[in-house]
Structures are given as structure tokens and as C-alpha cells.
């Protein structure tokens, strides 16, 4: 997904960015393999020079100056430094070839190592060697750049986290940071005399003599220029989160976040210039290289997405720390201070009385300041796990109905079509909180997230992205109703089955009942009715006898007797729906019998063996519809039936070579069949793919 | 007698046919079904209209309708329904019309007794089938007022019930038409129903008090 949504940045096109980021971007769609080989080869190089500067680090200037501010734990702070701009910088790159971002974080950590190493050749070569040959022309190297690599921070600003401006309007940023970094570069260059320490012993071969005043105008430019290009992309990261939503905010608040606390902790050490001018030098050097290492660390977490979820708690807990920090060290000081200033300088009573105040205020405060972080910085977070937690706390007492979670997830989420859909395992279906399955999962832009439990689907919650820009909330919302969920789906799974059982048995009494209305139709349209028409005739045949017309009677008396014979063949046919009589002699004398009735070729296997009478008119009946489907619906020639024990249960089966296709309609023979099995507890399964005909099995529970 | 046959067994039709024919009435009509059941008649202005409550098309209650709408257009001319089995409700219902009939179908084997029951209501009396009144009077097992009466005033207000006039049941239980006038007066007594005369508002009362626990009569 995340190179999906890059390569999509890339195919919009680089507008409103310079022509050198366009050369990297050609680079990059020239081929991805090429591009990650680069940035490899890049970091290679960083790595390269980075180990070569320690290598000069570790054998030193061989004397001690305040001014050398990159030796020791400085410089190897700022080596640090230069190496995680550089690894993020390839691991962005060689991930997401096509985003500038990576190329220009490998730049940057690029330049600061040949910064630093040319640095420590020129401190090395000038003070503790002479071994080391060009350590001056190192020296006028290092002046050159070493002012324009502060620009590249402001680079960094005004592209992340996507590698391009905002927009258009911010293209006099890029500028103004590309114009102060070249000024600084050419001052740099032309700045005449010897340069500061603790390279005083060089003096500048390209320098312009007498342009001492015009040059340090241009260099005063050139730092404008270059800090107004970083305020400008911290501008423009703020602009950015504004408009920011999801993953992108996300990115943007974590870089936001460490950046402010980088920039508080470098404020508060440069603040200490102030206070002690000399002494720790390099220990405050190495704090400065280290919070800024920070910065580029969380930059490339964040692009990288990696655990990002997690950030957001990361972040709240920074927050809630620094402020304990501060607000306990300030009424530490204060207590000091003040009892202090009441029992005397230097009493122990103040500082143990501080120190308890401290302890006392520990927990109490921490609590509160969460909760102020979270209200203040996670409002929405704050409230919806707090809704859940309530609810489930109901359910528990149970003062709210589990499937009352979905209401509670569309109030807390604010999204008004949120939908939940739970996943039935054993039908693989997913249906509402009503039971309705959903059959296809409509496409319409919502997002679907899956809900686990245990390894376990449970459903799906359908919702619209637009509505809610925290995707952490989203997920932690719902892993927080999952328990709800869970209890949910088992309720519906359960009303799902009771429903079924009730249509089933209210099926059978319907089906019963018909069978019954037939019968007693047949009976009385058919039967009873020759019966009286027979009487009615006899009654006449009497008459007629009384009335001297013999005759006429014998001929009356013949209607009746016809009327008597066909009446003996109806009733005969009305026996037909009911169990057959062959059924006395077995299941399978039964099948045979009906298979000869049947207008196909049926192979019939069948065992001798006896059933329980009910399942073996179960089996009878099942025989006789999936014959009577094979002949009538699937146009089989020929038809294999088989019945007999397997496991304990009685299984019947019907397949045939005709059409296939057939599917349990409501109230069709084959959905019948299904309740009439479902009846005796046993299964129904037909196999019938189009054009393969159909295979039609059931499983009748028989005993032992 | 002019009769109006409506039955849709050909054979059921012309053995009723020729059992009216054989008692000296008149066959002027017999159709198939109810259609055309109002034009004949229109047509034959008979005595009495005979059908089976059960015809095509859906063979349900087509008769028991095609009844309904003869006697909404002609309240005098005499109907009996024949059917293929008890039905209360319906039954009290039509016959509490007055000059109406409801019988089984079998009843037609009892030719004497057939015969008089269609010209009782074809002359505006009213025909109950006895076994729809032994159901009305069994579904009434609980009533004090019935368990009352003696087996002879039960029997009387059965076929009272059934639509037969004094001199009918005098007739059917071997008896003097003045026993029988006693016997009558017993029974309404007892019952607490109007000693009326003899007739269909009797018929009435005495229905009204049988179907009491079932539907009221409308």
C-alpha cells in the first residue's frame, strides 16, 4: 500500500519542485533496482567516511582547545547524527524509491560526514601530524561547507513527509533556502584572512582581500535567507498537519512532537552557553548532535509506518512525562527555595521537605497531567474509550444488551453508516445484527476492518473513512468492544439457529397440514362423492324395480357397479402418498420397487439390513423426491441409488448424470426434503454444479 | 316443486336429478357451477334452488357465497346447501337466514326424509343437518338448562333445531302432534327462550341458544 500510494505521488508529477529534485525522480522511475542500488552506495560512502572520521576522531588533536568543539563525544555525536540522517535516508529510499524525501536525507547525512571528516583530517593534519597530506586544503574544504549544510534542515522541513511542497505558493521557500545556502557557500569560499579557530594557522587561498565588509553583509544574507527557508518549512509542516488526515497526521505530529522536544532540550543547552561560556564543551556539542538525531529517527518512523500505532501512546506519555519533569524539578526548586530562604541557607530539612513534596505530588499529579494530556491532545481517544469502557461495564451489570455495540460504535466513532457485520463460521456468512445475511459486502468507498478475537474473525465493521482521520482510535475503539462483539455475534449465531429450527418445524406443520388438506379433498371430492352418486343410483335402481321397469334397472344397477370400481382405483391411488406397504418387507425390496417405476435407468444398492420404520420411511420418501427430481428437473438417463449404514447413521444418496443446478427454493421438493431430514435430526448436502449433475446425500441418524 | 340443481359431479347431479324426478317434482335447471346460477332463476322461477357448497373454480366455499347472493335477490325462494362435511358456524349462519337448508350430502340416501327437509324450506322453513345440531349441542355439554331436560325434550329440541315443524317431529318420533306440542313448551320453558309459535322464529331462538357459546348469530 505504501509504495501504491507513492508510485501515485510519483505519476502526479513534480510540480512546484526544482530541477535537481527532478533529476533524482528520473533516476528513481528509471528503474527502481538502479535507484535502491544508489541510495545503497550513498549510505556506503557515508559509512565509509563516517569510520574514517571516527578513525581520526579517536587519534585526536593531541591538545585541548575550547574551540574544538567536534572532537570527542562531540564529534562523535554529530557523527551519529549524520549517520541516522544517512540510514533512514537509505531506508526510506530503498523502500520507497520514487519519494524525495529518503534521497534528501542521505544528502544531508552525506554532507554533514563529509563535513565532519574533513573536519577531523584538518584538526588532526594541522595539530597532531603531519602524516596527513592536504590538511589545509581539508580545512578551506570544511569552511567552504560547513555553513551551508544547516540549510539542508530547512529542506528537510519543507518536504516531509511526501518529498514535495505543499503546494505551489511554497516554491520562494525552496528558493530562499537554495539562494542562502549558495551565499553562505560562496562567503565561505571568498572570506578573506585566516580562518577561526582551531584552524587559525590556515588562511584562506581564494579569499577576496579588502571585501571584508561587502562579504560579511552577504554572509548576514545568506543566514537570513537560509533561516528564513527553516522557518518557512516549520511553517509548512504546520500547515500540513492542518490539513492533514490519518496516517499523514500521524507522521506529521510525531516529527512535530520530537521536533518541539529536540528543540526545547537544544534551547535549554545552548541557554547554557550563556550561563557557563566554558567547560563541558564537548558534553553540551554531543547533547545538541544527539536531540537533533532525534529528529530524523522519528521523521523516518514515521514514513516508514513502522508501529505507528503505537506512536500515539509514545507521544502521550513523552508529553506527560516532560511536563511531571518540569513541574516537579519547579516545585522542588521553589520548596528549596523557600523554606530555604526560612530555616536558612544550606538546612537539609528543606531539601528532605522538597524531596517529600516531590514524592507526595508523584502519583497524584501524574494522573492528573494524563488526564490533561488526554483531553487536551486526544479528546476524541479520550472520550470514545471511555464510552466503550462504560459500555461494557453496563453490559456486565448487565444494564445494556451486547448488540447495543454497534449503536455505541457509530455515537463514539461519529460516523452515523458505520455498520457491523458479524462472520458466522459454520456458514461462512456474514449477516446484521438482526441475522439478515449479507450476501456481497457493499463497495462503496467505507473501509472495512476486520475484528479478531483470539485468532478468531468475528466480523467486519464497515465504515466511512472520511468521518474519522485516526485510524489508532478506530482500531483501539474497536479491540475495545471486542468482548461485546463477540457476545453479539454469539446471540445472533444463536437466534440465526432458532430461527431456522422454528421455520424448519413450522415448514413440517405446513407441509403436514397440506398433506392432510389433500387427502381429505381427495377423499371427499373423490370417494365420498361416488359413494353417495353410487347410493343415489341404487336408491333409483329401487324405484325403478317398484315402478315396473325392470329393465332400466339392470341398467342403472351397471352404472353403480362401474362407479363402485372406479371409486377402488382412486382410493388406491390416494394410498400411493402414503408409506408403501413394500416397505414391510425392507428399505431396500422398497427401493428396488420404486426404481422400477421409474422411467431411467436406476442401479440400485441397497442392504438387506432393517432401519427403525420412521427412518426408513425417511429414506423411502428421500429416494422417491430425488428420483422424481432427476427425471422431472435434470433429464437423467441414469441414476445410481444407494442406502446403507456408514458411522451409525443412514446414508441415503441419489446422484445422476443430468442437468445439475439445483437449488432448495422455498417450497420447492428438494427444500421439503431438507426439513424432512432436518427432522430427524439428520443433514442434507447436494452437490450439483451446472452441467455435472446432481448428487444428492442424506445422513440419517439410525442408532446403533 | 320446481328445482334449480347447481352441482359440478355429473354424477351427484343427475342421481339428485332423477331422485326428484322419481318423487314427481320438476328438474327446470341443472348447471355445473354457480355461474349462471342468478340467470336461471331469472329464467325458471323455481321453489327451490339445491347446490354444493364446494364447485369450481377453487372449490372452497363458491356454493356457500352463490347461496348468500340468491337470497339477498329472491329472500323468499327456498336454498339448501349440500356439503361434504360439518361445518357449525357457517351452517347456523346461513340457515339462521330463514328458508334455507344445510345438509351432508349422504343425507340424500334418506330419500323420504330428504325430500320433506327441501319442501320445508322450499315453503320457507329451514333445514339444520342433525349432525351439525348434535355438535351444537354437545359443544353446550356444560349448560345446566340443557342437562334439564329429558331425553325426549332433547330429542324434540333437536329436531327443532333441525327446522322440523310440530306436526314433522311428531311424525319422525311416532307421536301424537299434541304430545309433542307439550314437549315444546318444556323445552322453551326450561330454556328460558319465548313460547313463539311454530316456526322460524322458534328455529331462531332455539339456534341462538345452541350456538351461544360459539359466534353469535349475525
Same mark, same amino acid.
Given at each position: 500500500?505504501?509504495?501504491?500510494?507513492?508510485?501515485?505521488?510519483?505519476?502526479?508529477?513534480?510540480?512546484?519542485?526544482?530541477?535537481?529534485?527532478?533529476?533524482?525522480?528520473? +533516476?528513481?522511475?528509471?528503474?527502481?533496482?538502479?535507484?535502491?542500488?544508489?541510495?545503497?552506495?550513498?549510505?556506503?560512502?557515508?559509512?565509509?567516511i563516517?569510520?574514517?572520521?571516527?578513525?581520526?576522531?579517536?587519534?585526536?588533536?593531541?591538545?585541548?582547545l575550547?574551540?574544538?568543539v567536534f572532537? @570527542?563525544?562531540?564529534?562523535?555525536?554529530?557523527?551519529?547524527?549524520?549517520?541516522?540522517?544517512?540510514?533512514?535516508?537509505v531506508?526510506v529510499a530503498?523502500?520507497?524509491?520514487?519519494?524525495r524525501?529518503?534521497?534528501?536525507?542521505l544528502?544531508?547525512?552525506?554532507?554533514?560526514c563529509?563535513?565532519?571528516l574533513t573536519?577531523?583530517?584538518?584538526?588532526?593534519?594541522?595539530?597532531a601530524?603531519?602524516?596527513l597530506?592536504?590538511?589545509?586544503?581539508?580545512?578551506?574544504?570544511?569552511?567552504?561547507?560547513s555553513?551551508?549544510?544547516?540549510?539542508?534542515?530547512?529542506?528537510?522541513?519543507?518536504l516531509?513527509?511526501?518529498g514535495?511542497?505543499?503546494s505551489?505558493?511554497?516554491?520562494? =521557500?525552496?528558493?530562499?533556502?537554495?539562494? /542562502?545556502?549558495?551565499?553562505?557557500v560562496?562567503?565561505?569560499?571568498?572570506?578573506?584572512g585566516r580562518?577561526?579557530?582551531?584552524f587559525a594557522?590556515?588562511?584562506?587561498?581564494?579569499?577576496?582581500?579588502g571585501?571584508?565588509?561587502?562579504?560579511d @553583509?552577504?554572509?548576514?544574507a545568506?543566514w537570513?535567507?537560509?533561516?528564513?527557508?527553516i522557518?518557512?518549512?516549520?511553517?509548512?509542516?504546520?500547515v500540513?498537519?492542518? !490539513?492533514a488526515?490519518?496516517i499523514?497526521?500521524?507522521?506529521?505530529?510525531?516529527?512535530?512532537?520530537?521536533?518541539s522536544?529536540?528543540?526545547?532540550?537544544?534551547?535549554?543547552?545552548?541557554?547554557t552557553?550563556?550561563?557557563?561560556?566554558?567547560?563541558?564543551?564537548?558534553?553540551?556539542?554531543?547533547?545538541?548532535?544527539?536531540?537533533? =538525531?532525534?529528529?530524523p529517527?522519528?521523521?523516518?518512523? @514515521?514514513?516508514?509506518?513502522?508501529?505507528?500505532?503505537?506512536?500515539?501512546?509514545?507521544?502521550?506519555?513523552?508529553?506527560?512525562?516532560?511536563?511531571?519533569t +518540569?513541574i516537579?524539578?519547579a516545585?522542588?526548586?521553589?520548596?528549596?527555595?523557600?523554606?530555604g530562604?526560612l530555616?536558612?541557607? /544550606?538546612?537539609?530539612?528543606?531539601?528532605?521537605?522538597?524531596?517529600?513534596v516531590?514524592?507526595v505530588?508523584?502519583?497524584?499529579?501524574?494522573?492528573?497531567?494524563?488526564?490533561?494530556?488526554d483531553?487536551?491532545?486526544?479528546r476524541?481517544?479520550?472520550d470514545?474509550?471511555?464510552?466503550?469502557?462504560?459500555?461494557l461495564?453496563?453490559?456486565r451489570?448487565?444494564r445494556?444488551t451486547?448488540?447495543?455495540?454497534?449503536?455505541?460504535?457509530r455515537?463514539?466513532?461519529?460516523?452515523?453508516?458505520?455498520?457491523?457485520?458479524?462472520?458466522?463460521?459454520?456458514?461462512?456468512?456474514?449477516?446484521?445484527?438482526?441475522?439478515?445475511?449479507?450476501?456481497?459486502i457493499p463497495?462503496?468507498?467505507r473501509e472495512?476492518?476486520?475484528?479478531?478475537?483470539?485468532?478468531?474473525?468475528? @466480523?467486519?465493521?464497515?465504515?466511512?473513512?472520511?468521518?474519522?482521520?485516526?485510524?489508532?482510535l478506530?482500531?483501539r475503539?474497536?479491540?475495545?468492544?471486542?468482548l461485546?462483539?463477540?457476545?453479539? !455475534?454469539?446471540?445472533?449465531?444463536?437466534?440465526?439457529?432458532?430461527?431456522?429450527?422454528?421455520?424448519?418445524?413450522?415448514?413440517?406443520v405446513?407441509?403436514?397440514?397440506?398433506?392432510?388438506?389433500?387427502?381429505?379433498?381427495?377423499?371427499?371430492?373423490?370417494a365420498q362423492?361416488?359413494?353417495?352418486?353410487?347410493g343415489?343410483a341404487?336408491?333409483?335402481?329401487q324405484?325403478?324395480?317398484?315402478?315396473?321397469?325392470?329393465?332400466?334397472?339392470?341398467?342403472?344397477?351397471?352404472?353403480?357397479?362401474?362407479?363402485?370400481?372406479l371409486?377402488?382405483?382412486?382410493?388406491?391411488?390416494l394410498? #400411493?402418498?402414503?408409506?408403501p406397504?413394500?416397505?414391510?418387507?425392507?428399505?431396500g425390496?422398497?427401493?428396488?420397487e420404486l426404481?422400477?417405476?421409474?422411467p431411467?435407468?436406476v442401479?440400485?444398492?441397497?442392504?438387506?439390513?432393517r432401519?427403525?420404520?420412521?427412518?426408513?420411511?425417511?429414506?423411502?420418501?428421500?429416494?422417491?423426491?430425488?428420483?422424481?427430481n432427476?427425471v422431472? #428437473?435434470?433429464?437423467?438417463?441414469?441414476?445410481?441409488l444407494?442406502?446403507?449404514?456408514?458411522?451409525?447413521?443412514?446414508?441415503?444418496?441419489v446422484?445422476d448424470?443430468?442437468?445439475?443446478?439445483?437449488?432448495?427454493?422455498?417450497?420447492?421438493?428438494?427444500s421439503?426434503?431438507?426439513?424432512?431430514?432436518?427432522?430427524?435430526?439428520?443433514?442434507?448436502?447436494?452437490?450439483s454444479?451446472?452441467g455435472?449433475?446432481?448428487t444428492l446425500?442424506?445422513?440419517?441418524?439410525?442408532?446403533? | 316443486?320446481r328445482?334449480? *340443481?347447481?352441482?359440478d359431479?355429473?354424477?351427484l347431479?343427475?342421481g339428485l336429478?332423477?331422485?326428484?324426478?322419481?318423487?314427481? $317434482?320438476?328438474?327446470?335447471?341443472?348447471?355445473?357451477?354457480?355461474?349462471?346460477l342468478l340467470a336461471? *332463476?331469472?329464467?325458471?322461477d323455481?321453489?327451490l334452488?339445491?347446490l354444493? *357448497?364446494?364447485? &369450481?373454480p377453487?372449490?372452497?366455499d363458491e356454493?356457500?357465497r352463490?347461496?348468500?347472493?340468491?337470497?339477498?335477490?329472491? &329472500?323468499?325462494?327456498?336454498?339448501?346447501?349440500?356439503?361434504?362435511?360439518?361445518e357449525?358456524?357457517?351452517?347456523v349462519?346461513?340457515v339462521?337466514?330463514?328458508?334455507?337448508?344445510?345438509?351432508?350430502? $349422504?343425507?340424500v340416501?334418506?330419500?323420504?326424509?330428504?325430500?320433506?327437509s327441501?319442501?320445508r324450506?322450499?315453503?320457507?322453513g329451514?333445514?339444520? $343437518?342433525p349432525?351439525?345440531?348434535a355438535s351444537?349441542?354437545s359443544?353446550?355439554g356444560e349448560?345446566?338448562?340443557?342437562a334439564?331436560?329429558?331425553?325426549?325434550?332433547?330429542?324434540?329440541?333437536q329436531?327443532?333445531?333441525?327446522?322440523?315443524?310440530?306436526?314433522?317431529?311428531?311424525?319422525?318420533?311416532y307421536?301424537?302432534?299434541?304430545?309433542?306440542?307439550?314437549?315444546v313448551?318444556?323445552?322453551?320453558?326450561k330454556? $328460558?327462550?319465548?313460547?313463539?309459535?311454530?316456526?322460524h322464529?322458534?328455529?331462531?331462538a332455539v339456534?341462538?341458544?345452541?350456538?351461544?357459546t360459539?359466534?353469535p348469530?349475525?
Amino acid at each position: 500500500m505504501d509504495e501504491h500510494a507513492s508510485a501515485q505521488a510519483a505519476a502526479r508529477g513534480d510540480r512546484g519542485d526544482s530541477a535537481a529534485w527532478a533529476q533524482v525522480g528520473r +533516476v528513481a522511475r528509471g528503474g527502481q533496482l538502479t535507484a535502491r542500488r544508489i541510495a545503497a552506495l550513498i549510505w556506503g560512502l557515508c559509512l565509509v567516511i563516517a569510520l574514517a572520521a571516527l578513525a581520526l576522531l579517536a587519534i585526536g588533536p593531541g591538545r585541548v582547545l575550547p574551540s574544538d568543539v567536534f572532537s @570527542g563525544v562531540g564529534g562523535m555525536s554529530f557523527l551519529v547524527l549524520a549517520m541516522t540522517f544517512a540510514s533512514v535516508g537509505v531506508l526510506v529510499a530503498r523502500r520507497v524509491p520514487e519519494s524525495r524525501i529518503g534521497w534528501i536525507f542521505l544528502l544531508t547525512g552525506l554532507a554533514n560526514c563529509v563535513q565532519l571528516l574533513t573536519w577531523q583530517y584538518a584538526d588532526v593534519g594541522l595539530h597532531a601530524t603531519d602524516l596527513l597530506p592536504g590538511a589545509s586544503a581539508a580545512a578551506v574544504f570544511n569552511s567552504v561547507i560547513s555553513e551551508a549544510t544547516a540549510g539542508l534542515l530547512g529542506l528537510s522541513l519543507l518536504l516531509f513527509p511526501d518529498g514535495r511542497l505543499p503546494s505551489r505558493r511554497w516554491r520562494p =521557500a525552496l528558493a530562499s533556502l537554495f539562494v /542562502g545556502m549558495a551565499l553562505l557557500v560562496l562567503t565561505g569560499t571568498i572570506r578573506p584572512g585566516r580562518y577561526a579557530e582551531p584552524f587559525a594557522q590556515v588562511s584562506n587561498p581564494f579569499g577576496v582581500s579588502g571585501a571584508r565588509g561587502v562579504i560579511d @553583509g552577504v554572509d548576514f544574507a545568506g543566514w537570513l535567507f537560509v533561516i528564513a527557508g527553516i522557518g518557512l518549512g516549520a511553517a509548512a509542516m504546520v500547515v500540513r498537519l492542518r !490539513r492533514a488526515r490519518g496516517i499523514e497526521r500521524q507522521q506529521l505530529e510525531l516529527v512535530l512532537v520530537v521536533g518541539s522536544v529536540a528543540a526545547t532540550v537544544a534551547a535549554l543547552v545552548m541557554a547554557t552557553w550563556l550561563v557557563w561560556p566554558t567547560g563541558h564543551l564537548q558534553m553540551r556539542i554531543a547533547l545538541l548532535g544527539l536531540c537533533f =538525531a532525534s529528529v530524523p529517527l522519528a521523521a523516518g518512523v @514515521g514514513i516508514l509506518r513502522y508501529r505507528l500505532y503505537e506512536i500515539d501512546l509514545v507521544v502521550n506519555r513523552t508529553l506527560v512525562y516532560v511536563a511531571l519533569t +518540569v513541574i516537579l524539578a519547579a516545585a522542588f526548586a521553589v520548596t528549596v527555595v523557600l523554606l530555604g530562604t526560612l530555616l536558612g541557607r /544550606g538546612s537539609g530539612w528543606a531539601t528532605a521537605a522538597a524531596t517529600l513534596v516531590v514524592a507526595v505530588a508523584f502519583r497524584p499529579l501524574r494522573a492528573r497531567l494524563q488526564d490533561v494530556v488526554d483531553r487536551r491532545f486526544n479528546r476524541a481517544r479520550y472520550d470514545a474509550l471511555r464510552r466503550v469502557a462504560n459500555f461494557l461495564e453496563d453490559l456486565r451489570a448487565g444494564r445494556a444488551t451486547p448488540e447495543e455495540v454497534e449503536p455505541v460504535l457509530r455515537e463514539v466513532l461519529s460516523d452515523p453508516r458505520l455498520e457491523l457485520l458479524f462472520f458466522l463460521p459454520e456458514s461462512e456468512l456474514y449477516v446484521d445484527a438482526r441475522g439478515v445475511p449479507v450476501s456481497d459486502i457493499p463497495d462503496d468507498g467505507r473501509e472495512r476492518i476486520p475484528v479478531e478475537r483470539g485468532g478468531q474473525p468475528l @466480523g467486519v465493521v464497515l465504515h466511512d473513512p472520511a468521518t474519522q482521520d485516526n485510524p489508532i482510535l478506530l482500531r483501539r475503539v474497536v479491540e475495545a468492544g471486542g468482548l461485546a462483539i463477540e457476545i453479539a !455475534r454469539l446471540h445472533v449465531a444463536l437466534r440465526r439457529q432458532l430461527a431456522e429450527v422454528e421455520a424448519s418445524r413450522a415448514r413440517i406443520v405446513a407441509a403436514g397440514n397440506e398433506e392432510r388438506r389433500r387427502l381429505e379433498r381427495d377423499l371427499h371430492d373423490g370417494a365420498q362423492q361416488r359413494l353417495v352418486s353410487i347410493g343415489l343410483a341404487l336408491r333409483h335402481a329401487q324405484h325403478e324395480l317398484s315402478t315396473s321397469s325392470p329393465e332400466r334397472a339392470r341398467h342403472t344397477l351397471d352404472g353403480a357397479l362401474a362407479e363402485v370400481a372406479l371409486s377402488i382405483d382412486e382410493l388406491r391411488e390416494l394410498a #400411493h402418498g402414503l408409506p408403501p406397504a413394500q416397505l414391510d418387507a425392507g428399505l431396500g425390496p422398497a427401493l428396488r420397487e420404486l426404481a422400477r417405476r421409474v422411467p431411467a435407468r436406476v442401479e440400485v444398492k441397497a442392504p438387506g439390513e432393517r432401519f427403525d420404520r420412521g427412518v426408513e420411511t425417511a429414506a423411502y420418501f428421500i429416494a422417491c423426491e430425488g428420483l422424481t427430481n432427476a427425471v422431472k #428437473h435434470a433429464d437423467a438417463t441414469r441414476i445410481v441409488l444407494s442406502a446403507g449404514r456408514e458411522n451409525g447413521k443412514l446414508v441415503v444418496s441419489v446422484s445422476d448424470d443430468g442437468a445439475g443446478g439445483a437449488t432448495p427454493t422455498p417450497g420447492s421438493g428438494l427444500s421439503g426434503l431438507a426439513d424432512r431430514v432436518a427432522a430427524y435430526g439428520g443433514s442434507l448436502r447436494i452437490e450439483s454444479d451446472r452441467g455435472a449433475g446432481t448428487t444428492l446425500v442424506a445422513e440419517l441418524p439410525c442408532g446403533s | 316443486m320446481r328445482v334449480v *340443481i347447481a352441482e359440478d359431479q355429473v354424477l351427484l347431479r343427475e342421481g339428485l336429478g332423477r331422485l326428484f324426478e322419481d318423487a314427481g $317434482d320438476e328438474v327446470v335447471a341443472s348447471l355445473g357451477s354457480a355461474d349462471g346460477l342468478l340467470a336461471a *332463476i331469472a329464467e325458471h322461477d323455481p321453489d327451490l334452488v339445491v347446490l354444493d *357448497i364446494r364447485m &369450481p373454480p377453487t372449490f372452497t366455499d363458491e356454493g356457500a357465497r352463490a347461496a348468500r347472493e340468491v337470497k339477498q335477490a329472491h &329472500p323468499e325462494l327456498g336454498v339448501l346447501v349440500l356439503s361434504q362435511h360439518i361445518e357449525t358456524t357457517h351452517a347456523v349462519e346461513l340457515v339462521a337466514l330463514g328458508g334455507f337448508g344445510y345438509l351432508l350430502k $349422504d343425507r340424500v340416501l334418506a330419500v323420504g326424509e330428504f325430500l320433506a327437509s327441501a319442501e320445508r324450506v322450499a315453503e320457507g322453513g329451514s333445514a339444520l $343437518d342433525p349432525k351439525v345440531v348434535a355438535s351444537l349441542v354437545s359443544a353446550r355439554g356444560e349448560d345446566h338448562q340443557l342437562a334439564e331436560l329429558t331425553e325426549r325434550e332433547c330429542e324434540v329440541l333437536q329436531l327443532m333445531a333441525e327446522g322440523l315443524t310440530n306436526a314433522g317431529i311428531a311424525k319422525r318420533l311416532y307421536l301424537s302432534e299434541r304430545t309433542i306440542e307439550a314437549h315444546v313448551r318444556h323445552v322453551l320453558t326450561k330454556l $328460558d327462550l319465548p313460547v313463539s309459535e311454530d316456526g322460524h322464529r322458534r328455529v331462531l331462538a332455539v339456534l341462538a341458544h345452541l350456538s351461544a357459546t360459539q359466534e353469535p348469530l349475525r
